[in-house]
């Protein structure tokens, strides 16, 4: 079992920055990580993931926004959120699959608004 904990989320302003952490109590370095978000009334949507290797990819959302990258000695996966707009706002999760087996952070609230 797996743990994940989200943290970093807050209130910003338009225009503003927020960095996301995800720490999980074993070891991730092989995994590709995911950062998803859901927006009330709203489905669940990716938002960037990170492989292994270190590739990535980002919904066309916040690509060029947003970044995410990993700390595998501390298997800490971050997502970096710059010029956030008010649709950015929603619960943030971090995700992984291990053997089948899905795992998901509590999430941590993101809200924009001036």
């Known amino acids: 079992q797996v743990q994940l904990v989200e943290s970093g989320g807050g209130l910003v302003q338009p225009g503003g920055s927020l960095r996301l952490s995800c720490a999980a109590s074993g070891s991730i370095s092989i995994y590709t990580m995911y950062w998803y978000r859901q927006a009330p009334g709203k489905q669940r949507e990716m938002v960037a993931r990170m492989g292994g290797s270190g590739s990535t990819y980002y919904a066309d959302s916040v690509k060029g926004r947003f970044t995410i990258s990993r700390d595998n000695a501390e298997n800490t996966v971050y997502l970096q959120m710059n010029s956030l707009k008010p649709e950015d706002t929603a619960m943030y999760y971090c995700?992984?699959?291990?053997?089948?087996?899905?795992?998901w952070g509590q999430g941590t609230q993101v809200t924009v608004s001036s």
């Open positions: 995700t992984f699959v291990r053997l089948g087996v899905n795992y």
